[in-house]
């Protein structure tokens, strides 16, 4: 496999990874912990059993066709308009299951705020709505961006639309990092432990440095040795990001990470389609169960989206 087939399929696998842990955990949504383990005591034994996605992918389809064109945050912030009142960037026509602060994000810049002074800024803005749409964003920082400090303004201003807190860019920063690290050759534990040595020398400045405490369990190098008591797989951003770096560090296939990440109930459908971000980027369009990928309801459709997303990276890297 060449350079440019080894970064296609990393591509493809990372965003057809966020459909496919979407549509798997959209099924279990809001279950507890206690119901899943009664209902499916082993993880691996957790079926997918229907394609249908929710607003995780949507906004990543909707982030990733804004970017074909370009970065431009006027752009996704409209694509974000399309999605939530026209019901673009949808399987079924019409949006569902959005966040109240993406919600009222989106109203604000409907009313006429600026895109980056339309998101949450307060401590309860922290939820998992911009980490769940990031990975379009890392990839075209990848591609198109040299340095680190520009890489993560992007990231930061691309999560801002919706969740400008601290705390939520950070998220979306290291998780970027770890995704850079996959794209650039390293195996999942040094990803993850260059990402984070990283991180902490970027956000050691404010207002970033007193949001690390949050972090302290991602940033130890250990995430992956927690007890499985110890993760909750909430909406909360930071949650969300350690529950996801848990299944994906832990198993050794896309199909145990995400299973293993929908097992802990709560917000399945995001912690779903953040960890399959990271499995496939990390293992590639086929590590991915063809059957899955067959399940996706409009698949033709966010096929369309992102091969032109792809291409429009390779040809212009």
């Not at 705020?113 to 990031?134: F, Q, T, Y």
């Not at 260059?194 to 956000?203: G, L, R, S, V």
């Not at 399940?295 to 096929?303: L, T, V």
Request: hydrophobic share 40%; proline share 3%.
């Amino acid at each position: 496999m060449n350079t440019s087939d080894m970064f296609i399929s990393k591509l493809l696998g990372g965003l057809w990874g966020v459909l496919v842990g979407d549509a798997f955990g959209l099924t279990f949504q809001f279950t507890s912990r206690l119901a899943m383990e009664a209902d499916y005591p082993q993880p691996k034994e957790i079926p997918m059993f229907d394609g249908l996605w929710s607003d995780d992918s949507s906004l990543t389809l909707a982030t990733a066709q804004a970017l074909t064109e370009g970065y431009s945050i006027e752009k996704i912030a409209e694509n974000f308009l399309r999605w939530y009142y026209d019901g673009e960037f949808t399987p079924r026509g019409y949006a569902f299951d959005q966040g109240n602060t993406t919600s009222m994000a989106i109203e604000r810049i409907a009313s006429g705020v600026p895109p980056l002074e339309a998101g949450g800024r307060g401590e309860w803005d922290n939820g998992n709505g911009s980490l769940m749409r990031i990975l379009p964003a890392a990839y075209y920082a990848y591609f198109k961006v040299s340095s680190l400090e520009e890489r993560l303004k992007l990231i930061h201003e691309v999560s801002m639309i919706t969740h400008a807190h601290p705390r939520s860019l950070i998220g979306c920063g290291i998780y970027s990092l770890i995704i850079w690290n996959i794209l650039d050759g390293m195996d999942k534990l040094e990803a993850y432990l260059e990402a984070i040595a990283t991180a902490e020398k970027f956000y050691s400045t404010e207002p970033f440095a007193k949001e690390l405490a949050h972090y302290e369990r991602v940033l130890s190098g250990r995430i992956h040795k927690a007890e499985r008591s110890k993760i909750r797989g909430s909406g909360y951003v930071v949650h969300t990001l350690e529950a996801s770096l848990w299944a994906f560090l832990r198993n050794e296939s896309f199909a145990d990470a995400v299973k293993e990440v929908v097992s802990l109930g709560e917000d399945a459908d995001t912690t779903g389609a953040v960890t399959c971000g990271l499995a496939g980027t990390y293992y590639g369009i086929d590590g991915i169960p063809r059957e899955w990928l067959e399940k996706i309801e409009a698949g033709d459709y966010a096929g369309e989206i992102i091969n032109a997303f792809i291409e429009s990276l390779i040809q212009r890297k």
